[in-house]
C-alpha cells in the first residue's frame, strides 16, 4: 500500500521557519519525484517544489524560490521541505504526492501526481 505522510506544519510568526517532512513508503522510492504543493482556503491548489529521485533536477516555483529548499533522503524514503522566512501568505494545507519519474525524464512538475498525502497545516502570523 502506498503511503505519504506528511508531518512538520504548525503555527510560526512571519520570518519563521519550519521543516515540513514527507515520509514514503509502498514504492520505489528511488524510481519516483516528490512534490510539494499547498492549497490556501479560496485558492487553488500550487506546485511549489519538487525533486525527481532519479534524476535529481529540482523545480521551485517563483513565490519560494530563494526561501524554501528541497531535498531527499533516499536512506529514509523522506523528502523534506525546508521554509524559511516564512510570510503570512505562505499560510496553507501543504501536501506532498508521488509520481514515477521515469515517465517524464527530468521534469517533476506538471506532470500528473498518482499519490498524495493527507497535508500538513502551515499558518505563519503576522
Known amino acids: 500500500e502506498v503511503q505519504l505522510v506528511e508531518s512538520g506544519g504548525g503555527l510560526v510568526q512571519a520570518g519563521g521557519s519550519l521543516r515540513l517532512s514527507c515520509a514514503a513508503s509502498?514504492?520505489?522510492?528511488?524510481?519516483?519525484?516528490i512534490g510539494w504543493f499547498r492549497q490556501a482556503p479560496g485558492k487553488e491548489r500550487e506546485g511549489i517544489s519538487c525533486i525527481s529521485n532519479s534524476y535529481g533536477s529540482t523545480f521551485y516555483a517563483d513565490s519560494v524560490k530563494g526561501r524554501f529548499t528541497i531535498s531527499s533522503d533516499n536512506a529514509k524514503n523522506t523528502v523534506y521541505l525546508q521554509m524559511n522566512s516564512l510570510e503570512p501568505e505562505d499560510t496553507a494545507v501543504y501536501y506532498c504526492a508521488a509520481v514515477g519519474a521515469h515517465a517524464w525524464w527530468h521534469l517533476c512538475m506538471g506532470v500528473p501526481y498518482e499519490y498524495w498525502g493527507q497535508g500538513t497545516q502551515v499558518t505563519v502570523s503576522s
Open positions: 509502498g514504492f520505489t522510492f528511488d524510481d519516483y519525484s
